[in-house]
């Protein structure tokens, strides 16, 4: 069994900053990716910014500049920088983790956190 825990969110004024962490945790032999999506009410859930463990990085047009994602995989950990942001970014975003494989298991699976409020007012 693998858990996503996250913490970080909240609510911060228009150009604050914010970071997001996210431990997994079990008995993870590896993890090829682990990222952030990102759902606002009414809209689907999105990719915010990935990377992989060889550390590319991959990240929506609307957060190039902005954010910076980072990952410790000796930890199983993924962080969100989160600069300059705007009433927009507001959602719940959400970490995941692609590509796990446990200890127990031949079989690489995809894990998700339950998530984190992000509330930016203007």
């Known amino acids: 069994q693998v858990q996503l825990v996250e913490s970080g969110g909240g609510l911060v004024q228009t150009g604050g900053s914010l970071r997001l962490f996210c431990a997994a945790a079990g008995s993870i032999f590896s993890i090829d990716a682990m990222g952030w999506y990102r759902q606002a009410p009414g809209k689907q859930r999105e990719l915010v910014a990935s990377?992989?463990?060889?550390?590319?990085?991959n990240y929506a047009d609307s957060v190039k500049g902005r954010f910076t994602i980072s990952r410790v995989n000796a930890k199983n950990t993924v962080y969100l920088q989160m600069n300059s942001l705007e009433p927009e970014d507001t959602a719940v975003y959400y970490c995941?983790?692609?590509?796990?494989?446990?200890?127990?298991?031949?079989?690489?699976?995809?894990?998700w956190g339950q998530g984190t409020q992000v509330t930016v007012s203007s």
């Open positions: 995941n983790a692609r590509g796990v494989l446990v200890t127990t298991s031949p079989v690489r699976r995809d894990y």
């Open positions: 990377i992989t463990g060889g550390g590319s990085t």
